[in-house]
């Protein structure tokens, strides 16, 4: 199983993906919970919608909403919690941001070799004892989606790996994350294909929360970022991976994920004009293969909210 899309590991390009997973493959496992209708819009807002639905959406768990209010346009079964891989790795960025030390230097550590190679996961070419800025290891995380660069910065920040996943399970609470756990900080199948979960609802609750943070707002945004070789690190190019960004007018990021179970997953953002749109599209595909199936939602998602949200 590899976790991720075209991210660059140490032994070349891993051809990896993004997908979702079936709520019929959470039976038994204690994660599902009856879907609960969203209410249309926030405190003094209301989304006016039409009664038509996007069509041609493939994920089984799918959300947008207004950015800017968070009002409820469009759902599918959005209070299921089910694995969505690398996406969590919003909530390690948004974590370590709100510690506001950007500048920060942070040595790599030898544990990313072991970590990577238990589950073939997306890095981004880092090596041990390399010494990255906390800004530079953000990038490394969310563009390639590097798994290394989310165990160095966890290490960091806990210290360790356990008080970081314990900060990132605080913050979920205090955002009112009501149906997300995190077992790992990359959304990798530690203690099992189930352990790190959350909803389309949550991500999108989620993805609105670190889009104010502006550092993690520019990063996301960014296709390419080259850190030239300096003192205590070499040379890295980092490429997005993002479906979206340079293809879709007015997309500003956010996260692709998957695993085996979470299959093809993206959190995603895009403003045009006036209107400012979020959501997200879970398991739209469990195929490795099917690399644009999240993408194909989340731009049918989008064209409709366009098209049709006042």
């Known amino acids: 199983m590899r976790m ?16 979702g997973l079936t709520t019929a493959g959470l039976a038994g496992t204690g994660l599902i919970d009856a879907p609960a209708a969203r209410a249309a819009g926030t405190a003094g807002t ?31 079964s959005s209070n299921v919690s089910v694995p969505m891989g690398s996406i969590t790795k919003v909530m390690t960025a948004y974590v370590v941001i709100k510690a506001n030390t950007p500048g920060r230097v942070i040595s790599v550590p030898g544990g990313i070799i072991a970590y990577d190679d238990a589950y073939s996961a997306s890095t981004a070419g880092l090596d041990p004892g390399e010494r990255l800025t906390t800004r530079d290891l953000l990038i490394a ?13 966890a290490d960091a920040y806990g210290p360790g790996l356990s008080k970081f996943i314990a900060k990132m399970n605080a913050t979920g609470r205090a955002l009112g994350l009501s149906h997300t756990h995190f077992n790992d900080v990359s959304g990798l199948p530690v203690g099992g294909e189930y352990t790190t979960y959350s909803s389309a609802g949550n991500l999108v609750s989620l993805g609105r929360s ?14 390419s970022y080259h850190l030239a070789a300096g003192s205590g690190h070499r040379a890295h190019t980092w490429d997005t991976i993002d479906p979206l960004l340079g293809r879709y007018s007015g997309a500003t990021g956010i996260k692709t994920g998957y695993t085996a179970a979470a299959g093809d997953c993206l959190l995603f953002a895009a403003t045009r004009g006036s209107k400012s749109l979020i959501g997200a599209a879970l398991h739209s595909s469990s195929s490795i293969n099917a690399m644009s199936a999240a993408a194909s939602d989340a731009e049918t998602m989008l064209n409709w909210g366009f098209a049709h949200y006042r």
Do not use: K, N
């Open 4 to 19: 991720e899309a075209r991210a660059v590991s140490r032994r070349g390009v891993l051809g990896l993906a993004v997908a």
């Open 46 to 76: 209301t989304a006016v919608v039409p009664d038509a639905s996007p069509l041609g959406v493939r994920a089984p768990h799918a959300y947008l909403a207004d950015a800017a209010s968070g009002a409820d346009i469009w759902s599918r």
């Open 141 to 153: 995380m969310m563009l390639p989606s590097g798994c290394d660069a989310a165990y160095a910065l």
């Open 210 to 223: 670190a889009m104010g943070l502006t550092l993690f707002r520019q990063i996301v945004a960014t296709r």
